[in-house]
């Protein structure tokens, strides 16, 4: 049996998980969370849909996933190779890692409504650029091809660590999948414009480089980009020249000038033009350290205001559980 230290050749199976609950899902499959009885911990599995392929390709592309070691890039903890509560008595395969319970950026976004305190924001913004240069500088670099907030996972602090990066390879080598938005690489509107103008395109670091602007603008901002735009309005657009509203951007924060630079340098329309992930990351470790003097305050507060919000939720749905129950029919009969 794995152990989170050892090697990821060996499987975690399904008769040392138990309490199994789904969290979340997306184009690879489901993503459960549960209880590995034997490691005492909560892991996720995200599993990968059924289709033709093998294990052998999953397992070298895990072990290429497993050199990514960082703070800011998720661990791959093992792998699952077994059934489901819902998977009746077909076997299936997923990936085994760490459980984030503090969410996604994308769930931060959406509690805060708007932009994080400017401590928070320049140091999510360093550490995705942290995520990035690692796997960009791999033995055998690593693009990751769908830079979002969805894939920013935050832990019990708010550090980022990036989730999914090798998935889509990992997908098409074990899986049949559709010609889609997510199969191209990446999601539309967080993809550069040069992936969009050819089907011949292959991804290089400048994708990423281009994905990780519209991540910062995304994470400046608060909002998402391009967000009640049709997907084949984005297609059209975006090789023309369209980006982000700039003038979302508010505030007068030491450094988000410069940020803001930075962004526009890694949406740039040429991708040669474009600054690599270790420049990103200089730019940015400088940013940071501006605010990094606030940033224990800054993460408190967005805490607190995160938990309240649970509570709240917890207490209406106590509320709802009770009014149903009041006016159940026949109950005072």
């Known amino acids: 049996?794995?152990?989170?230290?050892?090697?990821?050749?060996?499987?975690?199976?399904?008769?040392?998980?138990?309490?199994?609950?789904?969290?979340?899902s997306g184009s690879f499959g489901q993503i459960y969370k549960a209880r590995h009885h034997q490691w005492g911990v909560d892991v996720a599995i995200k599993l990968l849909l059924q289709g033709e392929g093998n294990e052998e390709s999953l397992m070298h592309e895990i072990k290429m996933m497993r050199q990514a070691t960082s703070p800011h890039v998720m661990a791959v903890r093992g792998v699952f190779k077994g059934r489901t509560p819902s998977s009746g008595r077909s076997t299936q395969l997923g990936v085994v890692m760490e459980v984030m319970e503090r969410g996604s950026l994308a769930s931060l976004q959406e509690a805060?409504?708007?932009?994080?305190?400017?401590?928070?924001?320049?140091?999510?913004?360093?550490?995705?650029?942290?995520?990035?240069?690692?796997?960009?500088?791999l033995p055998r670099p690593v693009l990751h091809q769908d830079l979002k907030p969805k894939n920013v996972l935050l832990d019990d602090a708010l550090n980022a660590k990036l989730t999914d990066f090798g998935l889509a390879q990992i997908s098409c080598s074990v899986t049949q999948v559709s010609k889609n938005s997510e199969s191209l690489g990446g999601t539309i509107n967080y993809m550069p414009p040069e992936a969009l103008k050819s089907t011949s395109y292959k991804p290089t670091r400048a994708f990423d480089i281009?994905?990780?602007?519209?991540?910062?603008?995304?994470?400046?901002?608060?909002?998402?980009?391009?967000?009640?735009?049709?997907?084949?309005?984005?297609?059209?657009?975006?090789?023309?020249?369209?980006?982000?509203?700039?003038?979302?951007?508010?505030?007068?924060?030491?450094?988000?000038?410069?940020?803001?630079?930075?962004?526009?340098?890694?949406?740039?329309?040429?991708?040669?033009?474009?600054?690599?992930?270790?420049?990103?990351?200089?730019?940015?470790?400088?940013?940071?350290?501006?605010?990094?003097?606030?940033?224990n305050k800054a993460v408190y507060e967005v805490l607190m205001k995160l938990d309240q919000k649970e509570g709240e939720g917890m207490a209406a749905g106590a509320q709802v559980q009770r009014d149903q129950i009041t006016e159940a029919p026949g109950l005072y009969l």
């Open 1 to 24: 049996m794995a152990q989170f230290g050892e090697d990821s050749s060996q499987f975690v199976e399904d008769s040392s998980l138990r309490d199994w609950k789904v969290i979340g």
């Open 210 to 295: 281009y994905s990780y602007g519209i991540l910062l603008w995304s994470i400046v901002t608060g909002k998402q980009p391009y967000e009640y735009a049709k997907p084949e309005i984005v297609m059209l657009r975006v090789p023309l020249g369209d980006r982000p509203q700039l003038d979302d951007i508010k505030g007068d924060a030491a450094g988000l000038t410069e940020l803001t630079g930075l962004m526009k340098r890694c949406w740039d329309h040429k991708p040669e033009r474009r600054p690599k992930a270790l420049e990103c990351t200089t730019e940015t470790e400088k940013l940071f350290k501006m605010h990094k003097h606030a940033i």
């Open 112 to 137: 805060l409504r708007g932009t994080p305190p400017w401590p928070l924001v320049f140091r999510l913004a360093h550490q995705v650029a942290l995520g990035i240069n690692l796997l960009h500088s």
